[in-house]
T-cell receptor
Framework: EAGVAQSPRYKIIEKRQSVAFWCNPISGHATLYWYQQILGQGPKLLIQ????????DSQLPKDRFSAERLKGVDSTLKIQPAKLEDSAVYLC????????????FGDGTRLSIL | GQQLNQSPQSMFIQEGEDVSMNCTSSSIFNTWLWYKQDPGEGPVLLIALYKAGELTSNGRLTAQFGITRKDSFLNISASIPSDVGIYFCAGQLREYGNKLVFGAGTILRVKS
């Protein structure tokens, strides 16, 4: 079974620029999550999708972050404009459904803001 | 909001030693999970615990879901060099949409 795919693996941008990350979940997984992991911390949930609908975006800084999952499969996360404190690893995870099914993580995109 | 306190922050042990780490919270959880993260990779699920008091093993790893539902521990027996990495506990609560709340991690280093 193929795992969660994320791209790019690394991204370096200057502050105030825009950036987008892509995630392809495990086939058949209805629930998709985006996490932010700052160095030295555990992942923090940004947004959760169930198919193409948003379930929880309470911790997403909506003034600069946006995410979509238009066809209920792939998802993109965008930051516009980026701030220095957005430097982090952005992890995508998927699970079969919204219950307590295990979440499987991709390898993340490491974002550095100069 | 919910917070998990994970300890110790880091450990540097001799190969062959046993390791113990734990996680506590002021909130109760329905599920406790333990993940391992290697450098440059995403977290990988090691053990999931679904019931208070549950004790579960996965090879040399053993984890328990505390009776109060507010804590969990992970033990690794006879550590080997490939055990090196960061171990995260995570809690899930149905009432919060099964959102995962992570601890800050325990960094494990092994001397061979």
């Amino acid at each position: 079974e193929a795992g969660v795919a994320q791209s790019p693996r690394y991204k370096i941008i200057e502050k105030r620029q825009s950036v987008a990350f892509w995630c392809n979940p495990i086939s058949g997984h209805a629930t998709l999550y985006w996490y932010q992991q700052i160095l030295g911390q555990g992942p923090k949930l940004l947004i959760q999708f169930q198919n193409n609908g948003v379930v929880d975006d309470s911790q997403l800084p909506k003034d600069r972050f946006s995410a979509e999952r238009l066809k209920g499969v792939d998802s993109t996360l965008k930051i516009q404009p980026a701030k220095l404190e957005d430097s982090a690893v952005y992890l995508c995870a998927s699970s079969f459904d919204r219950g307590n099914q295990p979440q499987h993580f991709g390898d993340g995109t490491r974002l550095s803001i100069l | 909001g919910q917070q998990l306190n994970q300890s110790p922050q880091s450990m540097f042990i001799q190969e062959g030693e046993d390791v113990s780490m734990n996680c506590t919270s002021s909130s109760i959880f329905n599920t406790w999970l333990w993940y391992k993260q290697d450098p440059g990779e995403g977290p990988v699920l090691l053990i999931a615990l679904y019931k208070a008091g549950e004790l579960t093993s996965n090879g040399r790893l053993t984890a328990q879901f505390g009776i109060t539902r507010k804590d969990s521990f992970l033990n690794i027996s006879a550590s080997i060099p490939s055990d090196v990495g960061i171990y995260f506990c995570a809690g899930q609560l149905r009432e919060y949409g099964n959102k995962l709340v992570f601890g800050a991690g325990t960094i494990l280093r092994v001397k061979s």
